[in-house]
């Protein structure tokens, strides 16, 4: 009989840990979800910032590998940024607020487009990872970025306005009590950037506690990414 997903539910999928190699020699360290079936689409994870706990397991994107593939047919890329620890163990190197990983970023699509062959691929940050996708996330082989709780700490106008120049679909899923940009403030924040996306999410906190916020968030990705999965199942 079909059992109500839980946040433990790992549904089936062909789960492999793998390595990369940056351009300044580091080796990162990450795992690859794949369905068991052929793959629709593709997110690669940009985990939340390493020195406030985030890494390849911060919980939405430990619950994406355990469950889009099965229900969505998504492929689930996560790996851990420099000096960053999970139970899969920590990548080389130290963490560097944001500049270094610029080659974490780099490398990791690079080994989804030239190892992987994967297609459809779409750019996923949380938090700190926002920062990371919208700086680095450049290649021009993916379709986009879903960005999840972005603070715009470490984001210049600058930075901002390139993605006038790139008109891919940007989407930011933004927290009613999110703790560092309310869905008003992040209205003029991203004002450099016309075509974003601004999605306000009632009810929700930066880290997207609760399963109802986690449903949201994975029905929010599977839409962009593989809309016809929609709507998402709750029981497997």
Known sequence: MPEIIRGNT????????FTL???DDLTLIGEVAEPLGESKGVM????????????????????AAY????????????FNTRGTSSDAGKSEGEFDNGLGEKFDVEAA??????ELQLSNLWVVGWSFGTDLALHYAKDSRHRGLILLSPPLKNSSIEQLTYWNSDLRPIVALIPEFDDYLKPHEAVERF?????IELIPVDGAKHLWIGEPSVYRVLTEIVGRIVPEKLPLPTQA
């Not at 790992?10 to 840990?17: E, G, N, S």
């Not at 469950?67 to 996560?78: C, K, S």
């Open 21 to 23: 190699r940056t351009s």
């Open 109 to 114: 699509l690079t080994y989804c487009f030239d």
């Open 191 to 195: 004002s450099p950037i016309p075509h």
């Open 44 to 63: 690669l994870c940009l985990h939340p910032n390493p020195t406030g706990g985030g890494m390849m397991d911060s919980h939405v994107f430990r619950k």
């Open 10 to 17: 790992i549904l089936p999928a062909l789960r492999k840990p």
């Open 67 to 78: 469950r889009l593939p099965h229900l969505a047919g998504i492929t689930v890329v996560r």
